[in-house]
């Protein structure tokens, strides 16, 4: 255990303070972890942008997205040893509230995020509830396990879908999660088609393998009708969080398709209501992930399933953290930025 | 067979005439039913209305809702024997379309609908394939069986919504479609309450035995957070085909609630996807009936567990359609209405 860390603090106003603390030790039923990577979430790039400044206030420490090794273990913590390689699931939930007593402690109605609601991953040591952490396998690239946590919430949006092999599946949006869904959903037995109106992201989603359309170039429900031989898809993703999104969502399901609602929509769409009636749609909302949803996401990684190094476009350093979030906002190619904060340059 | 079978047509602009003519003859795989009872549904009030001239033209004999016996039989049907009474599900599939391959029959993208798309049974004697055709126990009362079709799509809705004994559930919309689910949820074991604006109504369901909220006059929302502890309700039904109904089915629903979507939305509502998130809420589509559907509504009707001598608030013989329709459309209480046509007087 260092006795100082070095963290990185969202003060407001896009701008972060790299700065050096106490390295904080862990209590009972807290582990400590030596952070290794921690990727910039699209929600991080909401709190840079002061969208969330209510919620996180402005003296926090973000990230989520990482990994690393444990540093120190507290008191009445089982199964976590000082060494190991792990990622954090990080959600803390209160256990009596009615979605927790229903089974549901990730949608918890006091449901505390770590690194939104706490302090997060962008520092040296993490200090987290013992029963957040997820063990890794030997030998896994660190870089390549911060990307769990979004691998996570992708099988999460496969698993409620309820995908059978070889259903077609349509994912809107191509950015990192939908890139990262349709990964999923390939490696679920789907045929999986992405809708991008970004060139580049587009680009990037066939050379990862997948039947790419541009809805700006090309009328997607029909595209969706040709390849199906007018069934239309099975299953479909919205991941692109706008309207025109939400019309395509329902133009290219087929009879009784799930379509799963994988965007946060701040505002209220418009939604074809008379589609789900005619065609018996079903609409199934997905939030963050369960903790059998972190196991497949690590079992996918350490198979190599996850194309990573295609993913992630760049890796900074935390002193630069500020620059990486600069260039991450005006960048058209990237995908996933990481931030390395002990893992090997 | 007689000879002559008197029906009502539908000539437009609010208009029916009543009219002799010959009885036809059911042709291979068809059945002459001599019908005792016709319900006026939603549907051919909307089709007096002339909101559905396109589809069903100006000579349409409308009527779907029916019991009645078995007059004639054609070549090659199996199972069906004169004398019997029977009732209808009303889908006539085409069995090659990519809904019906996928199992998903009453989906069919050529669906033709009896009674609106062909003619119906409003007339003595109505033809119709053999496979819609569903038998009735010994002795049910044939007024009651002519409810068995509304009963077929309140029995589909509950099963597509999942209901598990002892959920709480908000049937939104307190029409003749709205207690005909409510009352099948309850069969099912779940704790129903109705919201419905309609005074007249509510005091129907009220009667009827259920827990009602009228959400003009209290908050539909925190009435029903009041009432599950916080929770909300597990199943919820949009029958009214409103906006407030759209807005009140996010607001009332549990974390990983089920929403049916009983009514016809024709136009596009917003709708609260941010709460689908949240929540991870399930919207869930529902159109008419499958067989299996047709047989529990068979079973309850027979069980007396449709309070149907409540339901039926109205019965008139076939020559005084033009005035029963008259009548629904201006009544603040009919809930269903009946035309007799061989039915007892």
Not at 21 to 38: D, L, M, Q, S
Not at 250 to 262: D, H, K, L, S
Request: with cysteine.
């Amino acid at each position: 255990m260092p006795a100082d860390s070095i963290a990185a603090f969202y003060r407001g106003n896009k701008h972060f303070a790299v700065e050096t603390v106490a390295a904080a030790t862990p209590g009972p039923g807290e582990v400590a972890i030596r952070i290794a990577y921690c990727g910039i979430c699209g929600t991080d790039m909401h709190v840079y942008h002061g969208n969330m400044d209510a919620r996180v206030g402005l003296n926090r420490i973000v990230g989520h997205e990482m990994s690393g090794t444990v540093a120190a273990v507290g008191a009445d913590v089982d199964g976590v040893v000082v060494g190991e390689d792990v990622v954090v699931r990080p959600l803390d939930s209160c256990g009596a509230c009615p979605a927790c007593v229903a089974g549901h402690r990730h949608l918890c109605h006091k449901l505390k995020f770590l690194g939104l609601d706490t302090d997060g991953a962008m520092q040296d040591v993490w200090v987290v509830p013992a029963h957040t952490v997820h063990r890794l396998p030997e030998g896994m690239k660190l870089d390549h396990a911060a990307l769990i946590e979004p691998v996570a919430v992708a099988c999460h949006d496969v698993r409620l879908s309820g995908l059978r092999a070889g259903e077609d599946v349509v994912v809107i949006g191509g950015g990192p999660i939908g890139v990262l869904v349709a990964m999923v959903a390939r490696e679920a037995g789907g045929k999986v088609m992405i809708s991008e109106v970004n060139p580049n992201r587009l680009s990037i989603a066939r050379k990862l393998g997948f039947d790419g359309v541009n809805p700006i170039e090309e009328d997607l429900a029909a595209a969706i009708d040709t390849r199906t031989g007018g069934k239309g898809a099975e299953v479909v993703f919205e991941v692109s969080g706008t309207q025109p999104g939400v019309d395509a969502m329902t133009a290219v399901a087929a009879t009784r398709a799930r379509i799963v609602m994988v965007a946060i929509h701040a505002t209220k769409p418009q939604i074809d209501l008379f589609q789900f009636f005619w065609r018996e749609l079903k609409l199934i909302g997905a939030r963050v992930y369960e903790p059998e949803d972190y196991e497949q996401a690590i079992a996918l990684v350490a198979a190599g399933a996850i194309d990573a190094d295609t993913i992630i476009t760049d890796v900074s350093p935390l002193a630069d953290i500020q620059k990486a979030f600069e260039a991450l906002d005006r960048s058209p190619t990237a995908l996933k930025s990481l931030i390395r904060i002990g893992g090997d340059a």
